[in-house]
């Protein structure tokens, strides 16, 4: 039994002490609420046009580069209720080494989000980017690049404001 405040789990033969939940440093929605309404019109617009799970694949690797657990959280209940499978979202951390695991075409999307999320050389790298156009259509292409940077800023409000993960519920708005 797992109590509300997800600090105990209770089996027949063991109990475990969590670490307590830590508090959100802000609700930065509340207080930002014309940014909120329009980082979710943004996100509305730059899903269009994309697999649902090669977007959410998309999203948890650019959450696990940028540290956010909320978003983890959130698109890793997203993608298992897509369809995506467990083994393919576990295996995303180590995805040079489980390449068997995508499409040339996920991988494609999986390096170009890794490219565009860690800036540390100043730019995207031409490989990367052409190895995505050959997957990808223009118009397509341009909505997966719109999704990695929508990602990215959800990324930066919830790492910056420390937003709790665990709550979410699949198909819930951020």
């Not at 909120?36 to 090669?54: H, I, S």
């Not at 369809?83 to 991988?107: D, M, N, P």
């Not at 565009?116 to 341009?142: C, I, N, Q, S, W």
Request: aromatic letters at 8%; proline letters at 3%.
């Amino acid at each position: 039994m797992t109590t509300n405040d997800n600090t105990t789990t209770t089996t027949a033969t063991t109990t475990a002490e969590y670490a307590p939940e830590h508090s959100p440093r802000l609700h930065w929605a509340k207080y930002a609420p014309e940014v909120y309404k329009a980082m979710l019109r943004l996100e509305t617009a730059a899903q269009q046009g994309l697999d649902p799970k090669l977007r959410e694949l998309v999203k948890i690797r650019a959450s696990q580069l940028n540290h956010c657990a909320f978003c983890l959280d959130m698109h890793t209940k997203d993608a298992l209720a897509a369809g995506e499978s467990a083994q393919r979202i576990v295996q995303l951390s180590a995805w040079e080494e489980s390449k068997h695991f995508y499409t040339e075409k996920e991988l494609a999307a999986i390096e170009l989000t890794e490219a565009v999320t860690v800036l540390t050389d100043g730019f995207v790298p031409d490989e990367v980017y052409e190895k995505a156009a050959r997957h990808f259509e223009e118009a397509e292409l341009a909505q997966l690049i719109a999704a990695i940077t929508v990602i990215n800023a959800w990324n930066r409000f919830g790492v910056t404001t420390r937003m709790v993960p665990g709550h979410y519920e699949a198909g819930q708005r951020h």
